[in-house]
DNA sequence: CTGAAAGCGCTTACAG
DNA sequence: CTGAAAGCGCTTACAG
C-alpha cells in the first residue's frame, strides 16, 4: 500500500488537508479535539509531512550546512563531538545536519556554499575554523545567507554578523593560574604561527596571566604548524635550552608533541613537567599522562548556531543578533596534577 | 533581484523548460549546440535547479541519512574519517550525507529511520557497527529502505540484505605474521565480550594465526568493554602472570590500555613489549609509541555505500548485490617494529 | 531532439 | 477555528 498523504489523513480524521497541515505546523490554532482527532489519525496512518513537499511549498529545506573534508584542525579534535551536539540541537526544532564536502580554503568552500545555496539546499550554514583575512562571513553577509561562525571574526569588524566562540584567552589565563599554583614560574607557551584560528587570543591569555603572576614571558614559543613534529622540534630545544618546569599549549596536538619531546629528552611528563592542551580531545584521554586541557562547551555552541539560523529562516522578530564568547573549562588530569617540590 | 528558476533559463536561451530540464538530467539527449546554449545561459543566471522541487518530483531526496549521536565505538575512532569519505563518495553523484541524532540502540535508530523515511527525508542508509541480532538490517528490508550495512551480518543469514566490511579476522593474521617475523612467540590477544561488533572475527583471525605458527592460544583475553579502563585490567593481570612479548588488541583503545598498564608494570612498549591496535584512529598516531594498526579502507566502504544506495534508487539494472569484504592494511609503527631478541 | 500538459504533496494567504 | 484555491519549481510521461 502506497504511502499516506496529507489527503488520506484529511479524509480518514474528516477535516480538510489545511487543518491537517495546522495539526504540524500551527497547532495552536486548532481545537483540541480537532487536533486530537488529527493526532489519532496520524498515528493510525503512520503519516508524516512530505519534506520535498513541505520545502517546496514553505521555502524552507529545515536542513542546515556544514562542511566536512580537506584536511581542517577540528579534524583530529573536535568535529566528531561538534557534529554530534548540532544534530542533537537541531532534532527538536524539526531540523537535520547535511554535510558537504570541500576543501579547507575559503573559495572551495564558497563555491560549496552558492551551490547549495543557489539550489535552496540548505537554509543556513555553520563556518567553523575562522580566520584572519575570513571570506567566508562577507559572502555569506553579502549574499544574505543565514550563518553563524564558530569562531571570532579575527582582525575583523566584530559586529557584521553573528558569531560564537570559546575564550581562548581567559582558558589560557585558567591554565597559567592553575600552573603556578601547583608552584611553577618557568611556564613555556606552544602555539602556532600568527594567523592560526585562536591561536593569538591563547597566546595573550598565556602572556597577560604571567605578566599578572609577575612572571616572565621569555619562553614564547612557536610551532610551525599544529602537528607532533613541528611541536617535537620547538619543545626540544626549550627543554633543553632552559629551565621550564611547565608547557602549556594551544592544542592537544602540541601537547602530544612535547610529550615525546620531554620523554625524548629524558623528561617525565606528569611527574617533572607539566604539560597542558586545548580541545580536550579523544587524545587527552588516551595519551600518557592523560592531558590536562580545556574542555569547549560545543553544546552550547552548537545550541546557539542552530537557534540562530532558525531564527533567522523563520522571521521570528528579534533584537540585534548578539555573539557570544564562551568561557571554556580546565580540566586537571595527571600531565599537569603534581605539585612542583 | 529573485532568484532565477527553470522559467527564466528557458526563456533566456530560447528553449523549453523540458530543454532546460534534460540539459541536468540527461544532457546525453540533447544536441552539442542545444546544450551549449542552455549552459550558457545557466551560467549567466547562475541557476541551479531547486532541490525541493527536484525532490518533489523526482521523489528522490538525493541524500543520504547517517546517525551520529549517543555513545557508538566509531565516534572514537573512525567516524569522522567515515563521514569525510562519504560525503566525498557522494558529491560526484549528486548526493548529500544528513545526519540524523539517536541512541546506538537499534530501537531508537529504527525509530528515526521511519521518521525520516516516511517523510522522504533520506534516499537511503548507511547503517555502521552492525552485531548478532541486529534489528536494523530486519526493518530497513522489511520495509523496502535502500541501505547498506557497514559491518557483517553477524549470526545472521548472509545474504538478505547488502553490506560491506573489514576482514578482522584477515587483520589480526597480518598482525600475528608480523609479530612471528619480529620473534615473537608469547602473543596474548585482547578482545571485547562475545556479541560486540567485529570482536569475534578479530580473536578468531589470532587464533588461527597463531595455530598456524604452532604456538599457543592460551593467551586469550577479554576485555569487560572498548574503554582504557577494562584494558589496563586484563592486561596488568597477563603482564605479570605471563611470558607475554606481544598483545594483539580489537581497537586502538584497547591498545591504549595496555600500554598504560605496560608503564604501570615498569615494560616499555616498543622496546621489551609489542603493542598493536585496531582502526588506525588519531589515538595511534597520538601515543608514544605510535601504534601499529590496521587501516580500514574507509573511502572504499564509503564509494561501495553510496553507489549501491544511488544505484538502488535509480533503479538502474543490476545483479543481484554483491556484499563485499575489504582486506584491512597493516601500518608498522614503533609499538612492535623491534625485533625481540 | 524538442515542447505542452499534468502532477508531485504540501503551505500560504485569504475568505468564511 | 475551518475550508477551497492558488502556487511553490521542478520532472515525468507522452506527443510531435
Redo the contacts between chains.
Sequence with gaps: MA?ATIRDVAAHAGVSRQTVSNAFNDPDHLSAETLERVRRSVAAL????????R??SS?R?R?VGVR??GPAHL??SN???L??E???A??PLGY??????AQATDDSEITAF??LW????VDGFLVYDTHPGDARPAWLTRHHVPFVAFGTPWGQARNQHVWIDVDGAAGLGRVVDHLVERGHRQIAFLGWPTDRAGGDARRRGWTSAMKRHGLGTALNLTAAADD?ESAVAVASAVLSGSHATAVACASD?LA?GV??AA?QAGRIPGVDLAVTGYDDS??A????PQLTSLHQPLDAVAAFAVAHIVGEVSGVPRAKPRSRLMTPTLIVRGSSSFPVR
Excluded at 503512520?46 to 513537499?53: H, K, T
Excluded at 537535520?96 to 564536502?101: A, P
Excluded at 543557489?118 to 539546499?121: G, N
Excluded at 584521554?285 to 600518557?288: I, N
Design positions: 504511502r503512520n503519516y508524516r509531512p512530505s519534506n520535498a513537499a520545502a517546496l521555502a529545506s536542513l566536512v573534508g579534524s583530529v568535529r566528531d563531538p557534529l554530534n548540532l544534530v542533537r537541531a532534532g537535520n545536519v547535511v554535510l558537504f564536502d552558492d551551490e543557489q539550489r535552496r539546499a607532533i596536538v602530544t610529550l615525546l620523554q579523544v587524545i584521554r588516551t595519551s600518557r
